[in-house]
Nanobody
Framework: QVLLVESGGGLVPAGGSLRLSCTPS????????MGWFRQAPGKEREFVAA?????YYADSVKGRFTISRDNAKNTVYLQMNSLKPEDTAVYYC??????????????????WGQGTQVTVSS
């Protein structure tokens, strides 16, 4: 069974930083698009960032978050800087065959992690 395991979430004050990691088990994802989504209480799961040969970001995180991947370690990272209380959510890692604009939607991904909580205090 293929799993995506997220780590790195936690509680941080506004203006702080966190780095999330996503490590797949069971296979390598060097040729897949890897993405990060988040879901706040009472809200829909929303796109945050994705990486293929290029990187894509939601407008709300551009300039603050950076997605990267280390294929040798089979790990994808989300560096989050200048965090705001509105960034509080469960963050999910995802993998899929999407490309271009298809990577902004949940349907572009077919494997999901269990999520990691990020809480930003004001």
């Amino acid at each position: 069974q293929v799993l995506l395991v997220e780590s790195g979430g936690g509680l941080v004050p506004a203006g702080g930083s966190l780095r999330l990691s996503c490590t797949p088990s069971g296979r390598t994802f060097s040729r897949s698009t890897m993405g990060w989504f988040r879901q706040a209480p009472g809200k829909e799961r929303e796109f945050v960032a994705a990486i293929t040969w290029s990187s894509y970001y939601a407008d709300s995180v551009k300039g603050r978050f950076t997605i990267s991947r280390d294929n040798a370690k089979n790990t994808v990272y989300l560096q989050m800087n200048s965090l705001k209380p509105e960034d509080t959510a469960v963050y999910y890692c995802a993998a899929g065959p999407c490309s271009g604009y298809g990577c902004y939607g949940r349907t572009g991904y077919d494997i999901w992690g269990q999520g990691t909580q990020v809480t930003v205090s004001s």
